[in-house]
């Protein structure tokens, strides 16, 4: 079991619009059964720390690419995508084996 987490670095005052938006398309891969559960987090500036960032997290079996074979994407989620990208300074993705 994997934990996968996409980092989004935002450009300055937009960290909450980036957070309601990848949500939105975390629930959408849900709903196509494509994705497990999500949880977004994000600091827009009112918290100590590193600001003007989002982060979409959720597990997965298997690490797959979204672009395999025979896996639809659907078009709901990329035009959130697109909405996103000129949000965004920069973004990465992590990772992690789960513990059981």
Do not use: C, H
């Not at 079991?1 to 935002?10: A, C, G, K």
């Not at 298997?62 to 025979?70: H, K, V």
Request: aromatic share 6%; glycine share 6%; proline share 8%.
């Amino acid at each position: 079991m994997y934990l996968i987490r996409r980092i989004f670095n935002t450009k300055p005052g937009e960290a909450r619009k980036v957070a309601e938006l990848v949500k939105r398309q975390g629930e959408i891969y849900r709903d196509a059964g494509q994705r497990s559960e999500i949880t977004v987090s994000y600091n827009g500036a009112t918290l100590p720390g590193e600001q003007n960032v989002v982060v979409l997290q959720w597990t997965a079996e298997a690490i797959e690419s979204p672009s395999r074979p025979n896996n639809p994407l659907p078009p709901e989620a990329l035009e959130v995508g697109a909405q996103v990208r000129p949000l965004i300074e920069s973004q990465r993705i992590e990772f992690m084996e789960l513990l059981t």
